[in-house]
């Protein structure tokens, strides 16, 4: 059956579906599925490895000249290279890791802007049966440090800049085993430090074809994000490499990835849509793929979609808003009828974005809905069935989603309230790391807990309504408040901080700080400038606090928990709510 056919003809009030965490033995029972399975090419003992999946079959499958990657360098540079070429850059970055001695499930960190080594690392490290971990090249010293101790990272790939950014950090790593630094094109001088290892070094010194793909089970560990939560510091959200099956299919189905496709996506890999669906979706469809280095530009981006005929673009309200700004007659100087399918992802896509899409690129914008902890798309807006404009579409086959109240039972009619995902899907996180209590706490009465609120309407299209946390959705990326709260009270002048989220018309929210000051420190602008600086060194410009107010003191529960909802409140002059526990001035 045709997967139009299998939208239109699924019952989504159904919540009987069979789990899928059984899927192998279950597939049987899905149409849609068998389909997703029989291209997939498992490993010779039953194992599943992602990397195989995005680079390997396609070469086996006789595909090897195809072009797998055109990177576009941020001086104007490109390069080429096919299914192949990838192959072999990938299988000796494999056994470079090997060679340092990876043990299955070993940390790898990559730090590192969009460049072809980035991806040829992260399939070599996958291949060879280590679980990758990228971080957003932006990021200051505090955020890797947290997130490589947490993780207890074994070796860091990275660039010579970004490196001596976080030199200092490094040494308190007790678990790193190697640095190896990617100097593209020697871009810099002087580039290794300590016991650096240099990549090229390393990569003239291996053979491919000494390679021997370590066979990964479909339960090992592959990906780890990090994510923000309301309390604590971000949390790593492990996956195995099952969730390829979920991340071709959605691919597939949902972005409309197919063989020899152009596709752009403009999602950096140290957020899980620049992994799902910046490697292991459009790979596994056998797509070319435009890797950007820059950062956003309405008139390069336009401009490469119009050079490279790109017929799929996958990107971000923030950036269409940018793009609306930009306007329409940006858009009119260049030829974009290449593009056949556009959608979007991350935060919530307003109805006039849809609209001006549909006038502008003479299609519309096609919104999405998942999570770093749903591993793929969870429910969309299809090519085959109308678009909500505003809504994030409908489940994806075999996939049941809910609302609930707060005793988590589900609500039947059009009423908001928890968003729920019956568990079992096979890009499903398999942990927060060494947090199983945090893990548990996100599944209640056979549901999994998103942490977002919703509608469903009666033709089963969900409609988002906010999170159900403090956490800040700034353009698109999450911010933990206590991260950023932490970071600013290691400055000696700041007493106690409290963070939230202010409304934005572009990046949805801003990260907004509260602080209140020690002793013989004075409420100056300058100080604010200070603290504002201090806390992008630390962290990075999108997660430091754009704004910063001065308080006399900060409103806390009695139990001393800082009340941001109160904070929020205030600030956008709404009414205080339930004010009983605040702790008397
Ligand atoms: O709050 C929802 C919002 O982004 C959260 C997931 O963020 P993250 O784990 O970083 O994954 C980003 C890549 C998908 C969700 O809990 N979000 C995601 N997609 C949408 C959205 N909010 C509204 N509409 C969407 N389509």
């Not at 799929?312 to 974009?336: C, F, H, N, Q």
């Not at 899409?357 to 299609?363: H, I, S, V």
């Not at 606090?545 to 003191?553: A, N, Q, V, Y």
Request: glycine share 8%; aromatic share 12%; charged share 25%.
């Amino acid at each position: 059956m045709q997967f139009d056919e299998i939208i239109k003809n699924t019952n989504y009030s159904d919540s009987n579906k069979p789990n899928l965490l059984d899927y192998q033995s279950k597939y049987d029972d899905f149409d849609w599925y068998k389909d997703g399975f029989s291209k997939l090419d498992w490993l010779p003992d039953g194992g599943l490895n992602n990397a195989y999946e995005c680079v390997d079959r396609h070469v086996k499958n006789g595909f090897g000249d195809k072009t797998a990657l055109i990177w576009l360098g941020k001086n104007g540079e490109e390069e080429r290279y096919t299914y192949s070429e990838f192959k072999d850059h990938s299988d000796k970055f494999g056994q470079v890791m090997l060679d340092l001695g990876m043990k299955k499930s070993d940390k790898v960190f990559i730090f590192m802007d969009r460049l072809p080594e980035l991806y040829f690392a992260a399939m070599g490290i996958l291949k060879a049966g280590g679980v990758i971990a990228p971080l957003f090249s932006a990021f200051g010293p505090d955020p890797v440090k947290d997130r490589m101790l947490d993780a207890g990272a074994a070796y860091l790939v990275t660039s010579p800049d970004l490196r001596k950014k976080i030199s200092p950090i490094l040494k308190d790593i007790p678990t790193l085993k190697n640095i190896i630094i990617v100097n593209k094109d020697n871009r810099f001088e002087n580039p290794l430090l300590d016991d650096d290892l240099d990549y090229s070094e390393l990569m003239k010194n291996v053979n491919s074809d000494t390679f021997k793909l370590v066979s990964t089970s479909q339960y090992d560990f592959s990906i780890m994000h990090y994510t923000s939560g309301s309390t604590g510091k971000p949390k790593g959200v492990l996956h195995r490499h099952q969730a390829v099956v979920q991340q071709m299919l959605t691919g597939n189905w949902a972005l409309e990835l197919s063989h020899g496709d152009i596709y752009f996506c403009t999602a950096d890999p140290g957020w899980v849509t620049g992994t799902s669906y910046g490697m292991i979706a459009p790979w596994t469809n056998g797509v070319t793929q435009i890797i950007y280095e820059g950062g956003f530009s309405a008139s390069s981006w336009y401009d490469i979609i119009q050079k490279y005929n790109v017929d799929i673009w996958y990107t971000a309200p923030t950036a269409i808003r940018l793009l609306m700004r930009a306007g329409e007659d940006v858009v009119s100087k260049y030829d974009l009828t290449s593009l056949k399918f556009i959608g979007s992802v991350g935060e919530p896509l307003n109805p006039e974005a849809v609209v001006w899409g549909e006038r502008n690129y003479k299609l519309p914008i096609h919104d999405n809905w998942w999570q770093t902890e749903t591993g793929a798309i969870m429910c969309a807006n299809y090519t085959s069935t109308n678009i909500k404009p505003g809504s994030m579409g409908r489940p994806f086959p075999g996939i049941t989603m809910g609302i609930l109240n707060d005793e988590f039972d589900e609500i039947k009619d059009e009423t908001s309230g928890i968003l729920a995902v019956r568990p079992g899907w096979p890009s499903q996180m398999f942990a927060y790391w060494k947090q199983d209590d945090m893990h548990n706490s996100r599944f209640k009465k056979g549901w999994y807990i998103t942490g977002d609120q919703a509608s469903r309407d009666k033709d089963g299209y969900y409609w988002f309504q906010g999170r159900a946390d403090d956490v800040i959705n700034t353009a698109g990326h999450l911010v933990g408040p206590f991260e950023v709260e932490s970071a600013l009270i290691e400055h000696p002048a700041v007493a106690e901080a409290g963070v939230i989220g202010k409304p934005d018309p572009i990046a949805m929210e801003i990260v907004k700080a509260f602080v209140t000051l020690n002793t013989n420190y004075e409420q100056t602008e300058e100080l604010r400038r200070e603290l504002i600086r201090f806390a992008r060194e630390k962290l990075s410009a999108g997660v430091a606090p754009r704004e910063i107010d001065f308080l006399e003191t900060m409103p806390k529960t009695r139990s001393g928990k800082i009340m941001r909802r109160l904070l929020k409140a205030r600030e956008l002059g709404e009414p205080e709510g339930d004010i009983s526990t605040l702790e008397d001035d």
